[in-house]
């Protein structure tokens, strides 16, 4: 695929004389800048294009050059492809639109084109793409007006994107910023190349330090699990931005994990998985972009702050507390020496206000920075300056900054309101924005970004799809209860009772009392239409609600169906653990609070199998119920290790193909401090 990213030779089907048209603009750009290779303007109507020979078809050409750009439209379009696979040709850039987004008929033409090039060994990108860049040779195979309105300077940035305009939009934000991109590529509909196999070869590149990747859909995780796991061998981060939270994975399962488990979330737990940080909107996908350039591995996210400001120093902890970073707490020695080089009536405690003295006294910085930044409680230092102006030694502070960022290794960023002071700052490596708010915010996803991609899984993703044409069927509740058990789910002692004697049976070994409940794959949820009864410790308690259910069932005409005894079990805290088979992602567990509740007041994490159980254990700290079990107001921790034991349980039994599992869930997992319990399941399988 090295053609798809440096071409020796470019040929541009439908070339314009006009360089502001689509045709045009290529030639155009890699005359502009730099590119070294072969241009062949192809267009039957004319002899020279914006100076250079114009051939009146491929064939014509002097030699079959590597990479095609197909800027015609309608049928000839296919034609172009079937035209370049026969010449040898190794990449096609189709920009034409009208294809695999307009529908089925448009889907089929592309995988025509597709099974063409791939005969031939050549790969597609687009169709509908706006193109592919290198600023690191100039092969510009794009048509984006961006180049134009924001000159390109190489850097070891690449953004990939499947929309032409979300590939230029962090290229332009980025460049204002001072900071270049070496791969602004877009790969339209997927149809051949994909967005996740652009990132897997441009990381290729030993020059890439970060990737930025927008998709509208993906369709391939697998590619992306791929490319996640180069990135990690490499150590570059990549930083997506997944639009429009689908509900397509979503299903009207009769339990609530497909509910839980919408599309969009199963994306997180995907990124998350694979160490992608996924941002929240444009703005989000770069904002934290200079962080990333550094190579800085910060050991933990302790802040300091310093400040001519009071305020600022204020505001930025505030951000801090909310981002949860930690503030710094300086040892004495550090104290001691801020104490000494501030003024009187400044406070040498983190966050640090060096005052207005800052004016008078331009040397206060080079001394408070270094002081605050060799504190080893110290791993990450905000500077925040918010008007720096005349009268203030700007510069100065920039070099100061700039030196001891070199120095120390130490994550150093800046805040201030002054475009011109950022870029001072800016010029000597600092990570400079606007406001206290946007550095922190920017610190705090770096760090957090960093821990995650620590813990990044390195097994390849393969998802379980379903089956085509299945159907989902409810299992009853002793046959999904079977199932789990047979996995290592622990339970309590059970019978199914044809008659009220073989409950009062059970009752006799469980001095605790029992419950009794209908069994009937026909009623999923049997609370909510009368048919459980708990705390059942006499006979004839259990024979009257024998009755009492059975006379309902009836009504509900569920026929002779048995009821489950079970023992009662004492617990503490009612927990649900399930999944389900997601379309695109396979297997996902769902771990949370439980109850009758789970929708209404959701707290829940997903996991996509298989996970470790030091996986589980970092899941459960981001649940709302994560200090039971570290132990609250007296009480003893809830059993982790038997929730993790329960969530490995349903993870092996999704994972498992003869199984054909739809959904699991386990709602209440009763748990206590010494263990954990399954009172009640429901499964479905495929058919």
Same mark, same amino acid.
């Given at each position: ?15 314009s004389?006009?360089?502001d ?20 303007p #192809? ?9 250079? %020979? ?5 064939s014509?050409l002097?030699?079959?050059?590597e990479a095609v ?5 309608g049928d000839n379009v296919?034609?172009?492809?079937e /035209?370049s ?6 990449l096609?850039v ?11 008929e ?27 860049a290198?600023?690191g ?6 048509f984006? &007006? ?5 000159p ?17 939009v962090? !290229? ?8 270049g991109?070496? !791969?602004?590529n ?18 290729e ?17 697998t590619?992306?699990?791929? =490319?996640?796991?180069r990135?990690?061998e ?13 509900e397509v994975g979503k299903?009207a399962?009769?339990s609530? %994990?497909?509910?839980?488990? &919408?599309? *969009?979330?199963?994306v ?9 940080w ?5 703005l *989000?996908l770069?904002?934290a972009?200079?962080m990333?350039?550094?190579?800085w ?11 001519n ?23 004495? /020695?550090? @104290?001691?020496?801020?104490?000494r ?11 640090v206000?060096?005052t ?20 080893p409680?110290?791993?990450?230092l905000l500077?925040g300056?918010?008007?720096?102006g005349q ?9 100061d ?19 011109k ?8 490596g ?5 406001? @206290?708010? @946007? ?18 899984s390195s097994?390849?993703f ?10 989902? #069927?409810?299992?009853?509740e002793?046959a999904?209860? *079977?199932?789990?058990?047979a996995? $290592? ?9 044809r008659? #009220? ?12 009392g029992? #419950? ?5 794959e026909?009623v ?10 708990v705390?059942?410790? &006499?006979?004839?308690?259990v024979?009257a609600?024998?009755? &009492?259910?059975?006379?309902r ?5 569920? $026929? ?11 617990g ?12 695109q992602?396979?297997p ?9 509740a789970?929708?209404?007041m959701? *707290? ?26 570290k ?9 982790? =290790? ?5 969530a490995q349980?349903v993870a092996?039994?999704l ?9 699991v869930?386990v ?5 206590? /401090? ?5 009172l ?7 058919e």
């Open positions: 695929m090295t053609p798809m990213l440096n071409p020796r030779s470019v040929a541009i089907l439908g070339a004389d006009n360089p048209k689509i045709g045009g603009r290529p030639i155009r750009f890699m005359r502009e800048f730099g590119y070294e290779g072969a241009i062949y #192809v267009n039957p109507g004319r002899e020279v294009v914006q100076g250079l %020979t114009c051939y009146a078809s491929l014509d002097p030699e079959a050059p750009i197909v800027a015609v439209a296919v034609a172009a492809v /035209e696979a026969r010449l040898g040709v190794k096609c189709i920009m034409a639109s009208g294809f695999g987004e307009t529908g089925p448009g889907k089929a033409i592309e995988a025509g084109m597709r099974d063409t090039a791939r005969a031939a060994g050549m790969r597609l990108i687009g169709p509908n793409t706006q193109g592919i290198n600023f040779s100039g092969a510009i195979l794009s984006s &007006t961006m180049f134009i309105e924001t390109p300077l190489d850097g070891p940035i690449a953004a990939i994107s499947q929309s032409g305009a979300m590939s230029v962090p !290229y332009g934000l980025l460049r204002d910023k001072g900071i991109l070496r !791969y602004v877009a790969t339209g509909n997927d149809s051949d190349v994909s967005a996740p196999e652009m990132v897997l070869e441009v990381l590149d030993p020059e890439i330090r970060l990737v930025l990747l927008y998709l509208e859909s993906l369709s391939d995780p590619m992306l699990a791929r =490319a996640a796991i990135a990690q490499r150590g570059v981060p990549i930083i997506a931005l997944k639009s429009g939270a689908s299903r399962a009769a609530h %994990t497909g509910a839980i488990a &919408t599309s *969009d979330r199963v997180d737990a995907f990124c998350r998985k694979y160490g992608i996924r941002a929240n909107g444009m *989000d770069v904002a972009a200079e990333y350039l550094h190579g591995k910060p050991t933990d996210d302790r802040l300091a702050i310093i400040s400001s009071g305020a600022v120093c204020v505001m930025a902890a505030d951000a801090a507390d909310r981002e949860g970073l930690s503030i710094s707490q300086l040892a004495p /020695e550090t @104290e001691a020496e801020l104490t080089v501030l003024p009187a009536f400044a406070s040498p405690r983190n966050p206000d060096i207005a003295a800052l004016l008078s006294d331009g040397g206060l910085f080079s001394k408070v920075l270094p002081a605050c930044g060799s504190d409680a110290v791993d990450l500077v300056l918010p008007i720096t009268g203030y030694d700007y510069p100065r502070f920039a070099r900054t700039g030196a001891f960022l070199r120095e120390s290794g130490k994550p150093v960023i800046v805040s201030n309101a002054q475009a002071v950022r870029e001072v700052f800016r010029a000597e600092v990570p400079a924005f606007t406001t @206290e708010d @946007e550095a922190v915010a920017a610190i705090s996803q770096f760090v957090r970004h960093q821990r995650m991609m620590e813990q990044a097994t390849p393969h998802a379980l799809p379903v089956p085509d044409g299945a159907r989902a #069927v409810v299992r009853d002793a999904s209860l *079977d199932l789990l058990e996995r $290592g789910m622990p339970m309590p002692r059970r019978a199914l009772c008659d #009220v004697g073989e409950a009062q049976a059970l009752l006799a070994q469980a001095p605790g029992i #419950v009794l409940k209908a069994c009937s026909k999923p949820h049997k609370s909510e239409h009368g048919l459980v009864a705390g059942l410790t &006499t006979e004839d308690e024979a609600a024998y009755a &009492t259910i059975r006379e069932m009836q009504a509900m005409e569920l $026929g002779d169906a048995p009821l489950l005894a079970a023992e009662m079990v004492k503490r805290h009612e927990v649900l653990v399930g999944g389900h088979r997601d379309p992602f396979g996902v567990v769902v771990i949370g609070d439980g109850g009758i789970v929708e209404a959701p *707290d829940n994490v997903l996991l996509l199998p298989p996970f470790s159980d030091a996986d589980v254990a970092r899941a459960v700290e981001d649940l709302r119920i994560a200090p039971l079990f132990g609250i107001r007296g009480q003893a921790p809830l059993d982790l =290790a038997a929730v993790t034991r329960a349980s092996a039994l994972c498992d193909p003869a199984a054909n599992i739809a959904s869930e709602n209440p997992l009763m748990v206590s /401090e010494d263990g954990a319990w399954a009640d399941a429901l499964i479905e399988v495929y």
